[in-house]
């Protein structure tokens, strides 16, 4: 399956016995699938059939749809509002026969506001032609969703390059902290053995005493589980990015593994440089939950 991104944009247009439409689809990042749908009055039907289209293309993602319908201009025409026109007509006799001046002409009353208006040429419809109007509506509604579709595979198949990179730079760093962590109780050894000598005035240390402390202490700063499990990590993550669809939940809540075994690597450190590179770690590991953050 195509790995794929939550975001994009789509649109389509149709036709149908003079009836023209435009459909708009966005699609942004959410916990869950999230459809909001603006429709004129009139198309509250489409709702249903339009979530089931939904549902069978996307996982994830907050989908914002809206459908713009208008008349072909064959079919327009102008109506005269008969209530306007006779209100028009009493106010015009009520202002002559107050000033004097002459009546108003039949073309000044047309062209006022309201008088005469836009056919919008939305007669109800029986039963058979709406649902012939609607299959048609949905159909491009379909082909909308289609291209949103590619256009989220698109930007996944670049999301999916970056998050490689990234686990790229996440297993170099954990490779340097497993080179760092090997030389931890040799450091260990020499500074303790230098502190020992520096609080005992320079009397000789027993070397059974020396190990005694050195292991307890290496004990503590061991970090090769820590190591092994962000190993393990990072080989789920490329597992996961090819599966492909759907695996967005799964890499975020890897991040969050990803991210407590360096700060647990963090907290057993007893050397500044493998502190800094668990530093480094932890900064790409969260560059890397919130790409994941995307992924549908």
């Known amino acids: 399956m195509t790995f794929a991104s939550m975001t994009g944009f789509a649109e389509s247009a149709g036709s149908h016995e003079g009836l023209r439409w435009r459909w708009e689809t966005k699609s942004v990042n959410s916990r869950s699938l999230d459809l909001r749908l603006r ?10 059939p339009a979530r089931r289209l939904a549902g069978e293309r996307f996982l994830r993602g907050a989908l914002q749809i809206s459908l713009t319908v208008e008349p072909a201009e064959s079919v327009r025409g102008l109506t005269v509002d008969a209530t306007a026109l006779a209100s028009a007509v009493r106010i015009a006799r009520e202002v002559a026969a107050e000033t004097g001046l002459a009546p108003a002409r039949v073309d000044g009353l047309l062209a006022l506001k309201g008088v005469i208006v836009a056919d919008d040429a939305s ?3 029986d039963p058979v032609a709406r649902a012939h109007r609607d299959a048609a509506i949905l159909e491009s509604l379909a082909t909308a969703f289609d291209k949103l579709t590619r256009e989220r595979c ?4 670049k999301l999916a390059g970056v998050l490689s990179a990234q686990i790229g730079e996440i297993e170099a760093l954990i490779g340097e902290a497993g080179r760092l962590a090997a030389a931890q109780p040799a450091a260990l050894r020499a500074r303790l053995n230098a502190q020992m000598k520096e609080l005992l005035d320079a009397a000789p240390v027993s070397e059974d005493r020396l190990a005694q402390e050195v292991a307890l202490l290496a004990l503590k700063a061991d970090v090769r589980e820590e190591l092994d499990r962000l190993t393990a990590h990072v080989q789920d993550a490329r597992a996961l990015i090819a599966q492909g669809k759907g695996v967005g939940r799964k890499l975020d809540f890897l991040a969050q593994e990803f991210n407590r075994e360096a700060n647990t690597l963090c907290s057993k450190s007893a050397d500044i440089a493998l502190t800094r590179v668990g530093l480094a770690l932890k900064a790409v590991i969260d560059q890397f939950r919130e790409q994941a953050q995307n992924v549908e």
């Open 123 to 125: 007669a109800p419809l």
């Open 154 to 157: 698109s930007e996944g198949a």
């Open 39 to 48: 429709t004129p009055p009139g198309y509250d039907g489409l709702e249903p």
